[in-house]
């Protein structure tokens, strides 16, 4: 399965001329999931030459503008295009009354259905899921109730030995399936062959979280173990450690630690307040407690690979 990310926008709260506000685009095999959608986002989904028709699924963190305030022009624009396909929003509860109101005081009226997901989850749980993929969402610690979200494939089928599978004239074709699913076989003579000698281990599954604005919470750990790919906000710097605590926000130095304890294949920070002209800065204090630190581009595309293991 492709798994492809896009950075629509990683500013925070004020646009810059050249950056946009929090959205992101994951890919993975031939669902795209938008999220966050700041300003200006169906702007930046032009630029990138996606169609909106194959965008089904949005996640938003919380209800702050710079998160939000780009998805009542998105809704808008697909009723101009004659969307008809449904559209599955997830997000803080409030969202949905959030986007009704909007839609009732334009007398804006979808011709394509609305559904709404609302979280008020305090700890994480699977609240998206289909053959291939499963998201959760990360309980966030934010002025306004947040959560992150993890996007993860589903467990892969074991890969079959054919050379060992024919050493057993009883393993039939019709038994391939259980034995993809993990499942021993059994001889006649009641002998158990364990499924280890008669399969390989699966492909790695891929894995990418999405930590939006939040203060320093390694309680988030444990959710994120070992993903291949972690985005976590960057707001501030350490010498601002009181202000990044006052507004709920990360510095670069807390990002890497949350990145260093959870063992991820790499970090990417974002969220940087406008006052930094020179990003190089965060990357200078998150680099020494997490190597494998990189800045976002502005429509920057991010295949993600899978985590190698060390030994």
Known sequence: MSFKLTILGYNSAVPKRDVAPTAQLLEMGSRLFLIDCGEGTQVQLRKSKVRFSKINHVFISHLHGDHVFGLIGLISTFQLLGRETPLHIFGPKGIQDFIMNQLRHTESHCLFEL???????????????????????????????????????????????????????????????????????????????????????????????????????????????????????????????????????????????????????????????NRYEDLSVFLDEAKPVFENTILPEQLGVYEIQPKEETV
């Open 115 to 273: 559904y709404f997901t609302e979280l008020s989850h305090k700890t994480s749980e699977i609240i998206y899921e289909d053959d291939k993929v499963e998201v959760l969402n990360i309980p966030l610690d934010h002025r306004i109730y947040a959560n992150g979200y993890l996007f993860r494939e589903r467990p892969k089928l074991r890969k079959l030995n054919i050379e060992a599978i024919r050493k057993f004239s009883e393993i039939e074709i019709c038994d391939y399936e259980n034995l993809r699913r993990g499942k021993d076989f059994q001889l006649e003579n009641g002998q158990v062959i364990p499924n280890s000698e008669l399969t390989f281990e699966p492909p790695k599954t891929l894995s990418y979280a999405f930590c939006s604005d939040t203060r320093y919470k390694p309680d988030i750990v444990p959710i994120i173990k070992k993903v291949d790919l972690l985005y976590h906000e960057s707001t501030f710097l350490s010498n601002l450690q009181e202000m990044a605590d006052r507004t709920a926000h990360s510095t670069a130095r807390e990002a890497a630690m949350i990145a260093r304890d959870a063992e991820v294949g790499q970090l990417i920070l974002g969220h940087f307040s």
